[in-house]
């Protein structure tokens, strides 16, 4: 379970600091799929980077399966989390299998992350997460810089699971995908989240997918939460409005 309990950020300027979250709190259970909707300038990605340790909490706790994240377990607590990005975030010289690799490096020795060793068994699990994503055998050695936006999705969404991760984390990750890509992305995360039992929290702006994917919704508001609950309880037409009429802004 991800626990997030009554916290606040504030990000310092030259004129003094600005609060970007203001007690915000939610607790979202293993292998629940939550969308975080807000629109541009919100506090998602300020909340998804104090999940996962990135940024220090101001005010409040931030809790993984019952442990409160810390700055001295942060490191021991980052490695039962995946993320995933907007702009997928993978190393374009790389192949895919490379790439995958990468999800593994705190668990691979340095000597043969840099010098991209990997076992046969370790080749062969990489491969399996590569099919469950959705991709060819021969999209395997093929650099990720020479794959489609939503191809590149699912190598780092492969990335990100590889690791079994408690809580995946998803930073607006169809954002640059076209609509039918996007929501292929969003139901192979929700599927394969739910296959490995984690928590998945993902940010999106557009209330149309929350409603088709989420299990739970929360609507954050210039860094307040003005929804937090199931998606059957959502829908508020307010809601929605305050989100379509600022993202046309
Ligand atoms: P969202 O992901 O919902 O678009 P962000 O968390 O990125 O929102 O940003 C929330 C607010 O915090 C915005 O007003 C943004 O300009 C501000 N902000 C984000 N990062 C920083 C930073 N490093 N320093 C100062 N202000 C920041």
Redesign the pocket.
Known sequence: MLSIHEVSKA?Q?ESGP?N?LRNVSMEIKRGEFCVML?S???????LLKLISGQLAVDQGQIMVDGTVLTKSNRRQLQRQMGMVHQHFELVERLTSLDNLMLGMLPWVPRYRSVFRYWTQQERAAACQWLHRVGLEPSHATRRSGKLSGGQQQRVAIARALIRRPKVLLADEPVASLDPETSRAILSLLREVARECNATVLC?LHQPELALEFADRITHLSSGVVKFDGPVADWGGKPMYQDLTTTQSN
């Open positions: 990000y300027g600005t970007v807000g541009s300038g919100a506090g998602k990605s300020t940010s």
